[in-house]
């Protein structure tokens, strides 16, 4: 990462600038993969940040004597000297004093200490790990103002629209207190709209839209220019390619839930593509969809459900070949008639209406594993998509040929600071250093926190886990308690619902169905008796605040009705009860027919827990019960964890290729 003076001189004089990639030797890759293994152990401790509580602390009196048309002239004086002498001790704490006596007066929020020690941790270029409900919003402005004041452009990336748009109307009056501007980037902005939002001091977007704007640009920025070309270029006017350029750079991102982005989202690739201009190859796809369908399992091919793949056998690739291909045989290969038949697999076996993907309006919707909202305008690439639009009836629209594509590990490494929060980041804190070169600090609570974890209550049957999950929430709502149910799926979410509609007990749903009515229902979430079923829209960000009362009714009840294939997510659905020092339980209903059993755990494992369950007393039951599925999170993570080592390779591989031709994406 580049110093605060380098950041500072490349902002004032440098266009588009960003962190130069550097090609790493066999003997560096090596030392990068050893840090990896190292980096979780030798983590930087809070206590060597906490020397900015009470410097700013010193400041405190000052700052409430000062007046309210005394800020603006004060921040402008601060920002003056911080574009002179940069980060110095001395102003970091005048800065964020000055952040915190803002945010007290005009939004009602003043910083706690451990919110002054996560900001200093973020303004250092590191990744401040807050428990859940710890205020990581509010925590944002302090790294945010400063570096903004400093004359930095800070992008303060988070998971999804609704949290972006959230989160900079909620914080803009501090920002605007201190003379800073605030945009908002969200899906459906005219380009128009994007390019003045990141002319602000500070923007608020999410990963998937910035990554693709900056992709757009690297499309106007075919060849990659340099410093000189590009400041040439402005004397053409608005013929200039300058002029279309959506953003101005790659300066500094505070990533929201970076855990998410950084690594459970990586490991997919951004591509940004273009209908292509033949459209016959649509009686194609229609023909390698029959002959997918005359295909037998086991026989002809074999799905891999935790690869997301299918194989094809040597009878499956005979019996392709032989098949009565009429149009198709003209103008494909052999391997391309093959791999469009596997595609068509795919759609048929791997891919699920509700889980993976929504019909709405006659279209094909992909549904975000991670946030559980549909992506709008997004697609699937090679045939997918299209071979999906034949399994649901719909219309089929043109296939895609790829313009551009980057993986989030190369973009995000190309700012010149990287940032982050989230309340679950110890665990991948090897992979945030090898990959991001950013560390993990712990920063502590606030106050204790009460939540209290029931034990994991394990069935051999999905029919039975439902019937205890409508009878907890029952009981729980009989006691007056909210309750917050979480689903892997749509489809799980909507048969929830129906087995608690016949049990006759109220509740809402909210999954990428029912999108439009996402703040009614959390704004509900922590009232008496309220049943709120969920997908993981209600998962990361989501603050679900108590009515009166409620606490001492024991606060809210969190049931996870599965186990993702990553346990941070779990913790992060359990983190939407005992914020800031509320009370709270959490429980998991879980069953031997779940998805991360039946995908990642493997059969004679599986019989072999089925078994023990069947015949061990109950403590048993909960030691074999909890050892499966930890071990089916764990082979999980590792299989994602090389797909993102296999994309980060690979897309490095195409990298290189591409700028021996002259570009780079």
Not at 72 to 83: K, V, Y
Not at 128 to 152: H, N, P, Q, R, Y
Not at 184 to 196: F, N, V, W
Not at 648 to 653: F, S
Request: proline share 3%; aromatic share 6%; with cysteine.
């Amino acid at each position: 990462m580049y110093s605060d003076s380098s950041i500072r001189s490349l902002t004032a004089t440098a266009m588009y600038p960003e962190q130069k990639e550097v090609q790493l030797s066999l003997f560096d890759r090596m030392g990068v993969a050893l840090s990896g293994i190292i980096a979780p152990w030798i983590r930087p401790r809070a206590s060597s940040f906490e020397w900015i509580v009470e410097q700013v602390n010193d400041q405190t009196e000052a700052m409430k004597e000062l007046k309210d048309d005394a800020i603006l002239p004060l921040a402008r004086s601060l920002g003056q000297r911080l574009r002179r002498e940069g980060y110095t001790g001395e102003l970091i704490a005048r800065t964020f004093a000055l952040v915190r006596e803002v945010a007290g007066r005009i939004v009602g929020m003043r910083h706690f200490d451990v919110q002054l020690i996560g900001g200093l941790v973020l303004l250092k270029g590191m990744v401040a790990e807050m428990e859940t409900g710890e205020g990581k919003t509010l925590t944002a402005t302090l790294a945010a103002g400063t570096s903004a004041l400093a004359g930095i452009p800070v992008h303060i990336v988070t998971v999804n629209d609704y949290l972006a748009e959230r989160d900079s109307d909620w914080m803009r009056p501090v920002y605007e207190a201190l003379g800073l501007t605030v945009g908002t980037i969200k899906h459906g902005l005219d380009p128009e709209a994007r390019r003045a939002a990141y002319q602000c001091d500070i923007t608020y977007c999410t990963n998937k839209e910035i990554a693709f704007d900056y992709l757009k640009d690297r499309i106007v920025l075919w060849d990659r220019p340099g410093q000189v070309r590009l400041q040439l270029e402005r004397l053409y006017g608005e013929a200039s390619r300058t002029q279309k350029l959506l953003m101005r750079g790659l300066h500094f991102a505070i990533v929201d839930e970076a855990d998410s982005v950084l690594i459970d989202e990586a490991r997919t690739p951004l591509i940004i593509s273009a209908e292509a201009k033949d459209f016959t190859e649509q009686v194609v796809y229609r023909e390698a969809f029959s002959v997918a369908k005359e295909l037998a399992d086991a026989e002809d091919f074999k799905v891999l459900p935790s690869e997301r793949s299918v194989e094809l056998t040597d009878a499956g690739r005979f019996r392709i070949e032989t098949s009565p291909w009429q149009e198709a045989r003209g103008w494909t290969t052999r391997q391309q008639r093959e791999e469009l038949v596997r595609q068509a697999l795919a759609a048929l076996y791997l891919f699920s209406v509700d889980k993976q993907y929504l019909v709405r309006d006659g279209k094909v919707q992909i549904i975000d594993e991670y946030t559980g909202r549909v992506m709008a305008d997004r697609s699937w690439e090679r045939g997918l998509h299209q071979l999906i639009e034949i399994k649901e009836a719909c219309e089929m629209t043109a296939r895609k040929e790829t313009r551009a594509r980057i993986s989030y590990q190369r973009f995000f490494r190309r700012y010149l600071r990287l940032a982050g929060m989230t309340g679950t980041a110890k665990e991948v804190a090897g992979e945030l250093w090898s990959i991001y070169r950013v560390r993990v600090v712990t920063i502590p609570t606030n106050r204790p926190v009460c939540r209290m974890y029931l034990p994991e209550r394990i069935y051999l049957t999905v029919e039975e886990k439902w019937g205890a999950v409508v009878e907890t929430v029952r009981n729980a709502h009989k006691a007056g308690r909210p309750v917050l149910v979480g689903t892997r799926s749509v489809d799980a979410s909507e048969h929830l619902a129906g087995l608690l509609r016949d049990a006759a007990l109220p509740h809402s749903v909210l999954n990428a169905r029912q999108d439009k009515e996402e703040a009614e229902v959390i704004a509900h979430a922590g009232e008496p008796g309220c049943v709120t079923v969920a997908t993981n829209m209600a998962g990361r960000g989501t603050d679900i605040r108590l009515a009166p009362g409620v606490a001492d009714l024991g606060g809210l009840h969190v049931i996870a009705t599965e186990r993702h294939e990553s346990g941070r997510i779990d913790r992060q659905l359990f983190g939407r009860c005992s914020r800031q020092g509320d009370p709270g339980t959490c429980e998991a209903l879980v069953s031997l027919e779940d998805e991360l059993v039946t995908v990642h755990a493997g059969g004679p494992a599986r019989h072999l827990a089925t078994l023990l369950l069947t015949n061990s007393d109950r403590r048993m039951t909960a030691r074999v019960g909890r050892a499966l599925f930890l071990w089916a999170q764990n082979r999980a993570e590792r299989l994602h964890g090389r797909m993102r080592r296999d994309l980060l390779r690979a897309d490095e591989q195409l990298g290189d290729t591409l700028a021996f031709s002259g570009r780079q994406e």
